[in-house]
C-alpha cells in the first residue's frame, strides 16, 4: 500500500517510482539525469518511502527547475539552524562509510532535500499542499492523508531525516516547501 501511494504521489510529478535494493550506505533513493523520469528508492530503506520520494524530488527540481530549486532553498534558509552543523554531521557520516566528503552546495542541496522529504511524512504539510493547489493536489493529498491517519504508527516519526534540530520555524518551513511543490 505504501508503495502504490508513494507511485501516486510521484505520477503528481510526472516521475514513475523505480524500486531496487541494497544495503550500501546512504543509499535510500537516487535522482539521475541519465533518466529524469525515474526516482529510484531503495526498498530496504530505513526510511519512509515518501520522505525518500521528497528528498530525491528535490534534487530534480534543481536539475529541472532551477529557479524553483533556488527559490525553495533561499526561503528555507531563512529558518535553518545551525546548518554547519548538518554538514558536519552529514559528512561525519559519509567519511564513516567510506564516502567522500560532500561541498557546502552539496551539502545545503541534501539539507533542502531532507526537510523536503520530512515534509512528505507530515499530514499538515499535505494539507497545506492542497489549500496551495485544490486542484492538483485535493485528491492525493486526501489519499495521502488517509494513509498517514491510518498507519502512523508505522511511520517512523514526523522528522525522518532529522531536520527538525536544524529549522528555527518548522511551521514556516513546512509552509514554504507547500508553496514551492504545489
Same mark, same amino acid.
Given at each position: @500500500?505504501?508503495?502504490?501511494?508513494?507511485?501516486?504521489?510521484?505520477?503528481?510529478?510526472?516521475?514513475?517510482?523505480?524500486?531496487?535494493?541494497?544495503?550500501?550506505?546512504?543509499?535510500?533513493?537516487?535522482?539521475?539525469?541519465?533518466?529524469?523520469?525515474?526516482?529510484?528508492?531503495? &526498498?530496504?530503506?530505513?526510511?519512509?518511502?515518501?520522505?525518500?520520494?521528497?528528498?530525491?524530488?528535490?534534487?530534480? /527540481?534543481?536539475?529541472?527547475?532551477?529557479?524553483?530549486?533556488?527559490?525553495?532553498?533561499?526561503?528555507?534558509?531563512?529558518?535553518?539552524?545551525?546548518?554547519?552543523?548538518?554538514?558536519?554531521?552529514?559528512? =561525519? =557520516?559519509?567519511?564513516?562509510?567510506?564516502?567522500?566528503?560532500?561541498?557546502?552546495?552539496?551539502?545545503?542541496?541534501?539539507?533542502? &532535500?531532507?526537510?523536503?522529504?520530512?515534509?512528505?511524512?507530515?499530514?499538515?504539510?499535505?494539507?497545506?499542499?492542497?489549500?496551495?493547489?485544490?486542484? #492538483?493536489?485535493? @485528491?492525493?493529498?486526501?489519499?495521502?492523508?488517509?494513509?498517514? #491517519?491510518? &498507519?502512523?504508527?508505522?511511520? #517512523?516519526? =514526523?522528522? &525522518?531525516?532529522?531536520?527538525?534540530?536544524?529549522? #528555527?520555524?518548522?511551521?514556516?518551513?513546512?509552509? /514554504?516547501?507547500? =508553496?514551492?511543490?504545489?
Amino acid at each position: @500500500q505504501r508503495r502504490k501511494l508513494t507511485d501516486r504521489v510521484a505520477k503528481q510529478y510526472g516521475k514513475r517510482v523505480v524500486w531496487f535494493t541494497s544495503d550500501r550506505a546512504l543509499a535510500n533513493g537516487v535522482y539521475s539525469t541519465v533518466d529524469p523520469g525515474i526516482v529510484y528508492i531503495n &526498498a530496504r530503506s530505513s526510511k519512509p518511502e515518501l520522505a525518500i520520494l521528497g528528498h530525491e524530488l528535490t534534487h530534480a /527540481m534543481r536539475l529541472e527547475r532551477p529557479d524553483l530549486y533556488d527559490s525553495l532553498r533561499d526561503s528555507l534558509r531563512a529558518v535553518m539552524r545551525d546548518p554547519e552543523q548538518y554538514g558536519i554531521d552529514l559528512n =561525519k =557520516k559519509r567519511e564513516e562509510k567510506g564516502l567522500r566528503p560532500l561541498t557546502l552546495d552539496s551539502l545545503t542541496e541534501e539539507l533542502t &532535500a531532507d526537510i523536503v522529504g520530512t515534509h512528505f511524512t507530515d499530514d499538515a504539510f499535505w494539507q497545506a499542499m492542497r489549500k496551495e493547489n485544490p486542484k #492538483t493536489f485535493g @485528491q492525493i493529498a486526501k489519499q495521502v492523508l488517509d494513509f498517514i #491517519t491510518d &498507519a502512523i504508527e508505522r511511520l #517512523t516519526g =514526523k522528522d &525522518a531525516f532529522g531536520t527538525d534540530q536544524y529549522l #528555527t520555524d518548522l511551521n514556516a518551513a513546512r509552509d /514554504m516547501v507547500a =508553496k514551492h511543490l504545489a
